[in-house]
C-alpha cells in the first residue's frame, strides 16, 4: 500500500524548461464574409496546438455604423462567425469541421459541465443566460480554446516537433445566425478587426530533448490518434409522417461512434430566431442503421405535446460516461434541456468489426407526427 511506502522519493518534473504562449497572426488583415483567413506557425519550434486557442476581437454594429440596442451575439456565437475550420500540417488537412457555430454548440451541450461552462463564457459561451460579450459601444472580445473547435485539438494532447502548421478559417457568408435581435428590419454587421492564433511554445529540457531528436533524426512515425466531428444538413424534410435519410456511404475507418441528432424550425437565416437552440418538431421514433445493422432497438417513447422527454434525456446525460470515459456531470437539467437542445444521442460505438476498407451505408429513419424542418446531424468519427 502506498500509505506504507516511507521512503518514497518526492517527483519534480524539470522535462520543460520554460513554456509560454506565442502569437501568431493571419497573412491579411481582411475578415469580411467569405474571405479564408490563414495563419501558419514555423517549422522550426516545438509547440502544443491542443492548448492553443483563437483571439478574436471586433465590433458589433448597425449599418450606419452605430451600436445596436436590440442585437447581441447567440450563444457561441463567435464560432457562427466562421462557416469552416481547418488544421493543416506540412500542407495536409488533419482535421477540420464545417459550420463551426452548429457543431460545437451541439457538441458542446454534451460534452461540459457547469464548471467549464463558466469558463467557455470568455468565448461567448452562454448557453442558459445572456451573452455579455459586448459593451454599450458594440466592442467585443474572445478567447475560442481550439479544442471545443476540432477533434484533434481535444484528444491529441501532445506537441509537435519541427513542422509547419497552418490554422484556416472561412468566414461564414452571413453573420445572421451568429446574433439575435428584437427587431427584424434592423441591419446589423459584425466587423472583425483582429484574429490571431495564440500557442504555447514548449522549450524541453536538456535530457528530454536529446530523447526527443531520436524521432526527428529517425524520421520515426507517430501515431496521431483523434475523434473527428462532421456535420450534415437536410435542409427541407418532407411533410410526412415517416421519412428515411441516406446519409452517406463511408468506410469501415469512418464509421461514427456516435450521432447527435437535432432538429430546427425557422431558425437559419432569421434574425429575431436564437440558432443555438433547438426544437422537439414532435419526433416520435428514430432509427439508424449501418448497412443491416440497427441502433435504437426500442422506440424512444418520446411525446413533446405530452411532456415526454425522460428518454431523450437519459441518453443526452450518459454521452459524458460513454465518450469520455468520466462521471457524467450534466450541463443541462431536464427543464432546460426541454426547452435549449431536445437533442438525440445515439450510441453507436459497439460495432460488428469489418474491414477498414468495405463500406458502411449510413441511414437514418425518422417518425413524426409531421415533420417539416431543418434536420442537423453530428457524426463523430474516430481517427487513428
Known amino acids: 500500500m502506498n500509505v506504507l511506502n516511507v521512503g518514497e522519493k518526492v517527483f519534480v518534473d524539470n522535462s520543460i524548461s520554460n513554456a509560454e504562449f506565442h502569437t501568431h497572426q493571419p497573412y491579411t488583415t481582411q475578415f469580411g464574409n467569405n474571405d479564408e483567413i490563414r495563419i501558419p506557425i514555423p517549422a522550426n519550434v516545438s509547440s502544443l496546438p491542443s492548448r492553443s486557442y483563437l483571439y478574436v476581437e471586433g465590433k458589433l454594429l448597425k449599418d450606419d455604423g452605430n451600436p445596436s440596442t436590440t442585437a447581441k451575439f447567440i450563444n457561441n456565437g463567435i464560432a457562427y462567425l466562421f462557416s469552416e475550420i481547418r488544421y493543416e500540417v506540412n500542407g495536409v488537412v488533419v482535421d477540420s469541421v464545417t459550420r463551426v457555430g452548429l457543431t460545437s454548440t451541439m457538441k458542446g451541450y454534451l460534452s461540459y459541465n457547469a464548471g467549464e461552462s463558466l469558463k467557455l463564457q470568455n468565448a461567448g459561451w452562454f448557453p442558459d443566460s445572456d451573452s455579455t460579450l459586448l459593451d454599450a459601444s458594440g466592442n467585443f472580445s474572445a478567447c475560442l480554446p481550439l479544442s471545443m473547435l476540432l477533434g484533434v485539438f481535444e484528444d491529441y494532447g501532445k506537441i509537435m516537433l519541427n513542422i509547419k502548421q497552418e490554422l484556416v478559417l472561412i468566414r461564414s457568408n452571413t453573420d445572421v445566425n451568429a446574433i439575435i435581435s428584437t427587431s427584424a428590419e434592423e441591419k446589423i454587421q459584425v466587423v472583425l478587426q483582429k484574429i490571431y492564433w495564440r500557442v504555447p511554445y514548449i522549450v524541453p529540457s536538456l535530457k528530454a530533448d536529446l530523447a526527443l531528436s531520436t524521432y526527428v533524426d529517425r524520421d520515426t512515425a507517430i501515431q496521431v490518434a483523434f475523434r473527428s466531428w462532421e456535420t450534415h444538413i437536410y435542409p427541407a424534410i418532407p411533410q410526412t409522417n415517416k421519412h428515411t435519410w441516406s446519409i452517406k456511404t463511408s468506410t469501415g475507418l469512418e464509421t461514427p461512434r456516435f450521432i447527435i441528432l437535432g432538429f430546427q424550425t425557422g431558425r437559419n437565416g432569421d434574425i429575431t430566431k436564437d440558432m443555438s437552440k433547438f426544437d422537439s418538431c414532435n419526433i416520435r421514433a428514430v432509427e439508424v442503421y449501418f448497412n443491416s445493422a440497427r441502433y435504437l432497438y426500442d422506440t424512444l417513447n ?37 426547452t435549449i437542445a431536445p437533442v438525440i444521442v445515439i450510441d453507436c460505438s459497439r460495432q460488428e468489426q469489418v474491414a477498414m476498407t468495405d463500406p458502411v451505408v449510413l441511414m437514418l429513419e425518422c417518425h413524426s407526427k409531421l415533420m417539416q424542418t431543418l434536420l442537423l446531424i453530428r457524426r463523430l468519427r474516430i481517427y487513428l
Request: charged share 20%; aromatic share 18%.
Open 302 to 338: 418520446v411525446h413533446s405535446t405530452l411532456n415526454h422527454f425522460s428518454s431523450l434525456y437519459e441518453a443526452y446525460a450518459d454521452f459524458q460516461r460513454a465518450y469520455y470515459d468520466k462521471t457524467n456531470e450534466s450541463l443541462l437539467s431536464p427543464a432546460k434541456f426541454k
